[in-house]
């Protein structure tokens, strides 16, 4: 059984898109839709390749993006703490947006946390983001807390957060586990 079948027993079909683990090469182009997308107007670049390619080889995160062809549309970041999880990333380009792909995403990386044994997945969002905000609200995300100042711009973020119910078909140890 591969790992997705493990995560996710019915993953449903994108159509034109494949869900897939992130590879090394894949750091660039998930850095640049995160400048594009999710950091745009902001100094500095946070999800760069190099922090990317950090994620991607760090045994506590996961990282999955959807390809067409040999092209990436949408990739998400999930880093396994303790007792929750955190989505750092989460990014769709433009093109490939409402097509259901985040939220397919979204609820493979929620499978992914409860199956490592996490109850919570934790968020920010940037204030701004109307839509973003809005995806995640749609989702049962709920708000926890507004962040004053987060971002170098002196932006505020939204923190909000879900309680993960849906049932695992097995438990997978967590790579750090004894
Ligand atoms: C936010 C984002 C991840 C959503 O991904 P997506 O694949 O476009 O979303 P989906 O197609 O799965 O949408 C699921 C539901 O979320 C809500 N939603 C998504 N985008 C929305 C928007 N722009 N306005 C209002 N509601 C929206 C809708 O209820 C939608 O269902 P519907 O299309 O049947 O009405 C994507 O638009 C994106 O990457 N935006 C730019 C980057 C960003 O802001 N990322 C999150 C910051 S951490």
Sequence with gaps: MDIFNLIWPNLPDLKDVKIDLARESDASPIGLLSRKYIE???PGWVWDPSKVLHAIQDPDSMVVVTRRQDSINAAAILQ???KTAQLNLLVVAVDFQRTGIGSCLLRFME???YLYGKSLLNLEVRASSDSALRFYRALGYRQTEIVQGYYQTGENAVRM???IVT???AK???SSAP
Excluded: M, V
């Design 161 to 163: 957060s879900h309680r």
């Design 80 to 82: 396994f703490g303790r």
């Design 172 to 174: 997978i140890p967590l």
């Design 40 to 42: 745009t107007g902001l």
């Design 111 to 113: 499978n992914a946390a």
């Design 167 to 169: 049932q695992p078909s």
